[in-house]
């Protein structure tokens, strides 16, 4: 069983940014690989970016390219996404989850993720 604690989140105005991070707790937390997905009122869950356990391959939605990075720190067992240029739109909930799946193409479904933590939110200001 892994435990996932995500922080950092917050009103931020439209331009700032912010980092998020997601604490990992558990057997072999580290060995997982990660990600973000983001949820606002009424629209789905979106993937927001992920990163293998060796921190070598990320990825991210062409939308969101740029703006936001995804990185790690196996010896906290910590992974962060660091958010700038915010914008509106980008007001959610947003989560962090483990995952066993080495496909990168995968871990941008949600379905394919273990563990879950219980979220940050994130509100940005026009």
């Known amino acids: 069983q892994v435990q996932l604690v995500e922080s950092g989140g917050g009103l931020v105005q439209a331009g700032g940014s912010l980092r998020l991070s997601c604490a990992a707790s558990?057997?072999?937390?580290?060995?997982?690989?990660m990600g973000w997905f983001r949820q606002s009122p009424g629209n789905e869950r979106e993937f927001v970016a992920s990163?293998?356990?060796?921190?070598?391959?990320?990825d991210y939605p062409d939308s969101l390219q740029g703006r936001f990075a995804i990185s790690r720190d196996n010896g906290k067992n910590t992974v962060y996404l660091q958010m700038t240029s915010l914008k509106p739109e980008d007001t959610a909930i947003y989560y962090c989850?483990?995952?066993?799946?080495?496909?990168?193409?995968?871990?941008?479904?949600?379905?394919?993720?273990?563990?879950w933590g219980q979220g940050t939110q994130v509100t940005v200001s026009a």
């Open positions: 990163i293998n356990r060796a921190a070598t391959i990320v």
């Open positions: 558990g057997p072999s937390a580290s060995t997982y690989a």
């Open positions: 989850a483990a995952t066993t799946s080495t496909i990168p193409h995968a871990r941008r479904f949600g379905h394919n993720y273990n563990y």
